[in-house]
């Protein structure tokens, strides 16, 4: 499976962005897949994940009610959709698949498969 990750870029704090995530294969409807980030010097976390269909949902506490996640299975696509931007949302996002569907590990790093190359995201106060 190959994700790639686009829609990130410099925006204002309090602005919004869109990220994609656009995945190789026929069973992309099969996988949970998820969103994490990484800023510089700090381990890569959590941000947000679903399951196969996009009914449920988890959120890091950090962007709770200020992002949302999504996908559209026609179209093997994943969005994260961020809003009310804050500069501590600044990391390069990556997108990840896990192959083994959906369960409370979905916020663990070490359970997806598959990982992008990741998309600058940078918001200037």
């Known amino acids: 499976v190959d994700l790639v990750e686009s829609g990130g870029g410099l925006v204002q704090a309090g602005g919004s962005l869109r990220l994609s995530c656009a995945a190789s294969?026929?069973?992309?409807?099969?996988?949970?897949m998820g969103w994490f980030r990484q800023a510089p010097g700090k381990e890569r976390e959590f941000v947000a994940a679903?399951?196969?269909?996009?009914?449920?949902?988890a959120y890091a506490d950090s962007v709770k009610g200020r992002f949302t996640i999504s996908r559209d299975n026609a179209k093997n696509t994943l969005y994260l959709q961020m809003n009310s931007l804050k500069p501590e949302d600044t990391a390069v996002y990556y997108c990840?698949?896990?192959?083994?569907?959906?369960?409370?590990?979905?916020?663990?790093?070490?359970?997806?498969?598959?990982w992008g190359q990741g998309t600058q995201v940078t918001v200037s106060s």
């Open positions: 990840a698949a896990d192959v083994d569907g959906w369960d409370r590990t979905n916020t663990q790093l070490h359970v997806y498969d598959y």
């Open positions: 679903c399951n196969w269909s996009g009914g449920s949902t």
């Open positions: 294969g026929r069973t992309f409807s099969n996988y949970a």
